[in-house]
DNA sequence: GTCTATAAAGGGATAGAC
DNA sequence: GTCTATCCCTTTATAGAC
């Protein structure tokens, strides 16, 4: 379901499709989910949550200068959206945006699964000398920025939000007050 | 249907529903649109896209300073939402999140809203004098940030998105170059 | 142009044989 | 645990009287 979740959202994907997808049975599914499509996908999200996360240190890690990090991140997420066909790149943003009024048990997965992004991104930059207060807000700056400008990317198809968004976040990570690395 | 869709999304709107809240019979929907749902979704969001890109103006002209005017900007959806109960601020965004993979003709309405937005917001950033090329990339990312911490922030249930992304997008607008504006 | 009734299709979910 | 058939409800959309 992750990938038809991806593409078509929370709405327009039906059990049925998910388990055509599957290759499995309907009842099948119901048997492991009894919760039905509410809880498939919470799980989906919890399960991409937990990928996406590790993309953090994996793409900022190469770089020894932060600000260069950040731009190359926000670069690497529009050359994939070209790549790919405008797909889109995050399940979280999307079912979050679409289901935050009508499936409370939903949003707050979601929100569970956002929370512990930033918690962990956070920490990250705190050990690369970002100072505690500052880092949470420019975890919460740039979660934000790379969601939005994923939106209006597939909207417009074309990568210009996405570009545009890295280096507005570059120059404002510019500012931020940073320290020695924790760690060399 | 423009408060239904900002509310719920476009999945989650029937035509029945729209029905009921316009007090008028189905019939005398599909008489008056006979693209039927899809069609409503396109004039809302045309409606809708006119109506927002008046409140950049709006909402910037009181600020001589650009860089103030952009945080208050962040700050006033902020206390939007809150007194709200963190109701969705911009159907254009979700129902783009939305549809964007499963419904072409919409995609391109929506497509067509930012861009004109993009457009619009852009010469009034000329106007205080952010120079051209500039002035594009400060709206995408002004844009694309709010959108996203829209989304972050209902999802969340806090303000902390949207105050973060208002920090960060006056702190990226203080290092874009600025000439004298063009009128007083 | 307005409204009611209904068609046609698809949704989520379940029952129960195996 | 697996799978099939089916229930029940809602959806979009239409037909046709008024």
């Known amino acids: 379901m992750a990938e038809l979740l991806r593409v078509q959202g929370y709405g327009a994907t039906g059990v049925k499709q998910v388990a055509a997808a599957a290759q499995a049975p309907i009842g099948s599914i119901y048997h492991h989910f009894p919760g039905g499509k509410r809880e498939i996908a919470a799980a989906v999200l919890r399960t991409t949550g937990a990928a996406y996360i590790q993309l953090v240190p994996l793409l900022l890690d190469p770089y020894d200068d932060l600000v260069a990090g950040v731009g190359a991140f926000f670069e690497a997420a529009a050359d994939d959206m070209e790549n790919t066909g405008w797909a889109n790149m995050?399940?979280?943003?999307?079912?979050?945006?679409?289901?935050?009024?009508?499936?409370?048990g939903i949003r707050a997965v979601a929100a569970e699964v956002i929370g512990s992004w930033v918690d962990d991104a956070s920490a990250y930059l705190v050990g690369r000398g970002v100072a505690d207060p500052d880092a949470r807000a420019v975890v919460f700056a740039m979660l934000g920025s790379l969601e939005g400008a994923f939106i209006l990317s597939r909207g417009l198809r074309s990568s210009e939000p996405l570009r545009a968004a890295g280096r507005a976040m570059a120059a404002y990570v510019a500012t931020v007050p940073q320290g020695a690395p924790a760690r060399s």
Do not use: Q, Y
């Not at 995050?90 to 409370?104: F, L, M, N």
């Open 90 to 104: 995050c399940p979280v943003g999307t079912v979050t945006g679409e289901v935050a009024d009508s499936e409370p």
